[in-house]
């Protein structure tokens, strides 16, 4: 009995099951073609693949013309999205990368034994690690649902869809969640009756050194986990471990001090995002010999924020107000659809006893700074910037809620696998297809139900679709359409189609309040039609090639960044027909339902 208790592995039967899982996924990651089944770039891939090559390929981090061709050579495209920065060194003899350089150091080893295909094996392998910790760690907590609710951490949230991208999202959340579990798993209340004599370091207090380093790392790699490390040195401090607490500072220094010097060295300055930083799209130094690298490219410099703006009490309140909504229910990047077992770690602490925690208060004080502080500097930009699935940004400050939670029974776990599961399986199922185009994937019914996060337009999935955002309307052009599915078609002159048996939404953007907006409806068949913006609806039925109008009033909207504004519009019909089933001369073979004409006034 006394083996079976201190085993740090699982049951053998679920121990050949999660093993089989893991091999059949670093078969599948080993054996695609990565170019083809990723569908191409996305996000920040084409600077960290780059980057990565370049050490396997040529032993440095310097973009030439060889770099160029590789990339070409592998996806039969220009590396688009890259980031480059102007050294100290002239431009011909190569220039710097923009982003930081762990993850391509941590991916170099798997890329040069398995090409491209090596990031996937390693962040399936970060993924995997990851969910092993969380059961260690669960089970020495103690409670019923505790592997049950470790597994529904990570894969009922949006975590796993980063498996499939080629950037330090996975390593980001490996790093922190790994840090977390080195500090706090010797303060677990099984610990030390579950750990077996060969793994009693995890016991020792110096983890606490090892979990402060890899958050120096962190921090390096994504600088919003900057706050992470206070947790574990005020508990030190609390005890009055002086010298303890110094350790504990000075480890999260050298790891990330020390890998900051490391890019010094490299590239002749300290901030990866700072000097003269561009980023290319279509046309890419080297290319062209004779075109300097000044003249190509999108200056991308990121030394410092809007401050002075962001931080008027008048901007920052208001949008700091409606983004903590957002934040927390947003259809494209809230917590409760990407993050939902970590919403019931939440609840589940503020249920429980151990909100009386120390430890846990101080972690969760610092999670609520960091978030803070990110939604008060990036009010337009807290999910993580171009799109991504849920909530980029926050993705690395996840682990943090596993570690809040109690221990937690097999109802709350079952409700946590299943809750996360309704939001993310559509996402999950379809990895390749739902990271590609974000905006399709977010177009479900249970996250319909969510509000749109009008604080930040042009960074939500859509505008990654250039045929439904920032579209110019009729004779205002100073209002934008964004259309956030498929329920409607782009205006044709001043009126928008909808689909039949559907309800669009749409994002209305002016560069000023609306006053109202007028709807002229008319079907060539009989239909119910309705629409609705900023809390008010009418409806109506129309006879066919009837005409009717509604003007419904707006409000001030929500405002976006330079004084912009927000509102969300939507149009439905109940019923459908195909226009060249009507008309056999005609060529089109949409389901429409009803022709809107839209009229803003401002």
């Given at each position: ?207 606490d050194l090892a979990a402060a380093c890899l958050l120096g790392a962190a921090t390096y790699s994504k600088p919003p986990n900057a706050l992470l490390v206070a947790p574990i040195a005020l508990d ?367």
């Open positions: 009995m006394a083996v079976a208790r201190h085993s740090i592995v699982p049951k053998s039967s679920s121990s050949l099951l999660a093993a089989c899982l893991l091999a059949a996924a670093l078969l599948g990651a080993a054996l695609v073609d990565v170019p083809s089944v990723t569908l191409g770039l996305k996000g920040d891939e084409a600077t960290y693949v780059a980057m990565t090559l370049s050490i396997t390929g040529d032993h440095d981090l310097k973009f030439t013309q060889t770099d160029l061709k590789r990339f070409i050579g592998l996806y039969r495209m220009g590396p688009e999205g890259i980031f480059l920065k102007q050294g100290r060194r002239p431009p011909a003899e190569g220039l710097e990368f923009g982003k930081a350089l762990l993850h391509p150091l941590v991916a170099a080893p798997f890329v040069a034994v398995f090409g491209l295909n090596g990031f996937l094996i390693l962040n399936i392998l970060l993924l995997a690690g990851v969910a092993w910790l969380g059961i260690r760690y669960a089970s020495a907590h103690g409670g019923s649902g505790a592997v049950i609710f470790a597994l529904a951490f990570v894969f009922a949230s949006i975590t796993p869809i980063y498996a499939v991208w080629l950037t330090p999202e996975s390593l980001n959340v490996a790093l922190v969640f790994t840090a977390y579990f080195l500090w706090l798993y010797k303060h677990a209340p099984l610990a030390q009756e579950r750990t077996p004599p060969g793994w009693r370091w995890m016991l020792s207090p110096w983890t030190a401090l609390r005890r009055w471990r002086i010298r303890h607490t110094a350790a504990v500072s000075i480890a999260f220094l050298v790891g990330c001090l020390g890998l900051f010097a490391l890019t010094a060295l490299v590239t002749g300055e300290w901030n990866y995002q700072g000097g003269n930083r561009r980023t290319f799209y279509g046309t890419f130094p080297f290319s062209d010999p004779s075109v300097p690298f000044t003249s190509l490219g999108n200056s991308m410099v990121t030394n410092d924020t809007d401050s002075d703006n962001l931080l008027a009490p008048s901007v920052m309140w208001p949008m700091l107000r409606r983004n903590v909504v957002y934040f927390v229910f947003g259809c494209n990047a809230g917590l409760l659809p990407y993050f939902f077992p970590g919403l019931i770690a939440i609840l589940a602490w503020l249920a429980h006893s151990t909100r009386r925690d120390l430890r846990r208060i101080l972690m969760a004080l610092t999670l609520l700074a960091s978030v803070l502080i990110l939604l008060i500097l990036a009010p337009f930009s807290w999910g993580g910037g171009g799109g991504p699935p849920g909530n980029r940004y926050f993705l690395s400050l996840y682990p943090v809620l596993f570690f809040l939670a109690p221990p937690i029974g097999m109802t709350t776990a079952v409700s946590a696998f299943v809750g996360g599961a309704l939001f993310v399986a559509s996402w999950l199922l379809t990895p390749f297809t739902s990271s590609k185009s974000t905006w399709d994937a977010v177009d479900t019914a249970t996250l319909r139900l969510l509000p749109i996060e009008l604080t930040m337009v042009d960074d939500l999935p859509v505008r990654l679709s250039m045929e439904r955002a920032r579209i110019p309307f009729g004779e205002h052009p100073q209002v934008l359409l964004y259309f956030m599915d498929n329920r409607a078609w782009p205006p044709e002159g001043g009126r928008v189609w909808v689909h039949g048996g559907g309800t669009a939404e749409i994002i209305v953007r002016s560069d000023k309040p609306l006053k109202s907006v007028q709807i002229t409806w008319s079907s060539p068949i009989s239909n119910h039609v309705s629409a609705s913006i900023a809390g008010r609806r009418a409806e109506m039925d129309l006879t066919p090639s009837q005409t009717v109008v509604s003007r419904l009033l707006t409000g001030p909207g929500v405002a976006y960044t330079r004084g912009s504004r927000g509102y969300v519009l939507r149009l439905s019909a109940d019923r459908g027909f195909v226009p060249k089933l009507i008309d056999p001369s005609s060529t089109d073979m949409r389901l429409l339902g009803a022709s809107a004409e839209l009229k803003f006034e401002q």
